[in-house]
């Protein structure tokens, strides 16, 4: 039983190259939700899905994020024309349900943008 | 504005003492609460929560409280073990408004010293 995957681990990308962090969720998990991590910080969320539908976005920066949960196939976060601030962990969690406290989290994407 | 804070960033105890790891928040909309521990590399773990109506909660060498007058909560660990050794994050949630989204504090380094 396989818990949530994300991929790549390790991602490095030069200042205004797109990156693309996917995330697949704990099999029968329909709610996955991301964070961030910057250096030094606590995690902050970011946005929360359910398939094919955005449910709260309000910690995603408002230009180049976009995130999205098709129908078939993993979560992706989306980061167009990144830049050096953009440099963090981030982390994907999914849960069964709604209010899915203690939800797992996956190991992370550490992004480095040079 | 940080409205989970965790003032200790790190904190060593001697293997089988009592770790005490404190945390503080300011929504007085909160009304539930998570410890979650993170090994380096990995995702947060979640330990133990605790509802508002509570005060305490227990699970094996595990014990969360809550002060809700002080808006304060702490994790005690006891007997402290080396495997122990994480960075702990407090977490908060107010269902009502926020629905899934935790609120997390910095984290606190703990090390256990066999």
């Known amino acids: 039983n396989a818990g949530v995957m994300q991929n790549p681990r390790h991602l490095v990308r030069r200042r205004g190259q797109e990156a693309r962090l996917r995330c697949s969720p704990m099999?029968?998990?329909?709610?996955v939700y991301w964070y961030r991590q910057l250096p030094e910080e606590g995690l902050k969320f970011m946005v929360y899905l359910q398939k094919e539908n955005i449910i709260d976005e309000s910690g995603m920066p408002k230009e180049r994020f976009s995130a999205e949960f098709p129908k078939e196939g993993p979560s992706i976060l989306r980061i167009q024309q990144v830049v050096r601030g953009d440099s963090a962990a981030y982390f994907c969690?999914?849960?069964?349900?709604?209010?899915?406290?203690?939800?797992?989290f996956g190991s992370g994407t550490r992004l480095t943008v040079v | 504005d940080q409205q989970v804070k965790q003032n200790s960033p790190s904190l060593s105890v001697q293997e089988g003492r009592i770790s005490i790891l404190n945390c503080d928040y300011t929504?007085?909309?909160?009304?539930?609460f998570l410890w979650y521990k993170k090994y380096p590399a990995e995702g947060p773990t979640f330990l133990i929560s605790?509802?508002?109506?509570?005060d305490k909660n227990e699970d094996g060498r595990f014990t969360v409280f809550l002060n809700k007058s002080a808006k304060h909560l702490s994790l005690h660990i006891v007997p402290s073990q080396p495997g122990d050794s994480a960075v702990y994050f407090c977490?908060?949630?107010?269902?009502?408004?926020?629905?899934?989204?935790?609120?997390f504090g910095e984290g606190t380094q703990l090390t256990v010293n066999p």
């Open positions: 977490a908060a949630s107010a269902q009502e408004t926020s629905g899934s989204r935790l609120t």
């Open positions: 969690a999914s849960s069964k349900g709604a209010y899915g406290f203690g939800y797992t």
């Open positions: 099999k029968g998990h329909s709610h």
């Open positions: 929504n007085s909309m909160f009304d539930y």
């Open positions: 605790i509802s508002s109506i509570k």
